[in-house]
């Protein structure tokens, strides 16, 4: 049976210029220079990924909670 994914909810893109841009840190090192990106996997969860860029960690949480990677790559196997 196929499975149906709804879309993610539209997230407002913002800049790094803009008040409030960096409120993320890196849980390893704590610096501010991150990218973060929300995502859908293919199992239809939504996932923030956070990459460092001083200390090159990159990073997923799901409602709060650290993934691992085995556990973000199991999220996209395709059934």
């Known amino acids: 049976m196929a ?3 709804q879309p993610a909810a539209p ?3 913002g800049s790094l210029t803009q ?7 890196c849980r390893t090192c704590g610096s501010e ?3 973060r990106i929300a ?3 293919t199992d239809g969860s939504t996932v ?9 960690n ?3 949480e ?12 199991a999220r996209t196997q395709r059934s």
């Open 3 to 5: 499975r149906t994914v």
């Open 11 to 13: 997230v407002a893109l």
């Open 19 to 25: 008040p409030g841009a960096r409120e993320a840190t």
């Open 33 to 35: 220079r991150v990218t």
């Open 39 to 41: 995502m859908q996997l």
């Open 48 to 56: 923030d990924f956070t990459s460092c860029l001083a200390c090159e």
């Open 58 to 60: 990159r990073s997923w």
């Open 62 to 73: 799901h409602d709060g909670r650290e993934l691992s990677r085995a556990d973000v790559l």
